[in-house]
C-alpha cells in the first residue's frame, strides 16, 4: 500500500510569489491535514479536508488556501510568498474525520523563499 | 498560545538506559494524546496512544503514562537505542469530535552508543 506522496519535495521561490503543494493520500482514506514545520514551533496545524470540504483551519493568514478532489488529493496554495514562509509542509491522510486515529505523514515538501 | 507543550528541546540518553519525554497540557478537553518519531528528511510517524480513560499504555519498549491532574504525560523507552535517536512530537485531541490535532515543538532525543 503506497504511503502519503508530497510533490515536490524542494521548492525554492521569490518573495511576492506563490506556490502550489500537492498531497496525495493513503488510498482509501479521506482525511488530508496540512502543517507547517518550522524550527522551535513544532507542528503548526494549516487545515484539515475531508470529502473536498474544509473542515478545520488553524491560525493562519488568507494567503494560505487548500482544496481537496473528488480523489482526495489535495493542494495548498500560499500567495504572496515571506521569508517566513520557508518552512517544511508537511501533509497527513487518515481514514477518519478529526481526531481519534493515527494520522500518516507524507516526507513533506522543504519551501524555502528568498 | 500553546496548548501542547514539550520543554526539553533536547534530550542526551546512554544506550541501554530510559529515556523520559515529557509533555504538558493546557486544554482540559483534550482526551486522546498521541507521540510521533520524526527522522530528518522524513515525515512524523505515528508510535503510540492513549486516551483519557487508561493512565497506562505500552508497546514492547515504548510506555505513555497519563496523567490528567496534572495535565502531564510521558513516554518511556526502556531500553533506548541508538535508532530512537530522533524527534518527538506529544500531540493532543479531542477523540470523535472535529477538533483538530494539536502538536507539541517536540524533543530532539539523542542516543549515545
Known amino acids: 500500500k503506497a504511503g502519503v506522496t508530497q510533490t515536490p519535495r524542494y521548492l525554492i521561490k521569490t518573495r511576492g510569489q506563490q506556490v502550489t503543494l500537492s498531497c496525495s493520500p493513503i488510498?482509501?482514506?479521506?482525511?488530508v491535514s496540512w502543517y507547517q514545520q518550522t524550527p522551535g514551533q513544532g507542528l503548526q496545524f494549516l487545515f484539515e479536508?475531508?470529502?473536498?470540504?474544509?473542515?478545520n483551519k488553524g491560525n493562519f493568514p488568507g494567503r494560505f488556501s487548500g482544496r481537496q478532489f473528488s480523489n482526495s488529493r489535495s493542494e495548498m496554495n500560499v500567495s504572496t510568498l515571506e521569508l517566513g514562509d520557508s518552512a517544511l509542509y508537511l501533509c497527513?491522510?487518515?481514514?477518519?474525520?478529526?481526531?481519534?486515529?493515527?494520522?500518516?505523514f507524507g516526507q513533506g515538501t522543504r519551501l524555502t523563499v528568498v | 498560545d500553546q496548548q501542547v507543550k514539550q520543554n526539553s528541546p533536547s534530550l542526551s540518553v546512554q544506550e541501554g538506559r530510559i529515556s523520559i519525554l515529557n509533555c504538558d497540557y493546557t486544554?482540559?478537553?483534550?482526551?486522546?494524546f498521541l507521540w510521533y518519531k520524526k527522522y530528518p528528511a522524513e515525515g512524523p510517524t505515528f508510535l503510540i496512544s492513549?486516551?483519557?480513560?487508561?493512565d497506562k499504555n505500552e508497546d514492547g519498549r515504548f510506555t505513555v503514562f497519563l496523567n490528567k491532574s496534572a495535565k502531564h504525560l510521558s513516554l518511556h523507552i526502556v531500553p533506548s537505542q541508538p535508532g530512537d535517536s530522533a524527534v518527538y512530537f506529544c500531540?493532543?485531541?479531542?477523540?470523535?469530535?472535529?477538533?483538530?490535532?494539536?502538536f507539541g515543538t517536540g524533543t530532539k532525543l539523542q542516543v549515545i552508543p
Open positions: 492513549i486516551s483519557s480513560i487508561k
Open positions: 497527513a491522510s487518515s481514514s477518519k474525520q478529526g481526531s481519534g486515529t493515527e494520522a500518516f
Open positions: 479536508y475531508f470529502s473536498e470540504t474544509q473542515r
Open positions: 500531540a493532543a485531541a479531542v477523540l470523535g469530535g472535529y477538533q483538530k490535532v494539536t
Open positions: 486544554n482540559s478537553m483534550f482526551d486522546y
Open positions: 488510498s482509501g482514506h479521506r482525511s
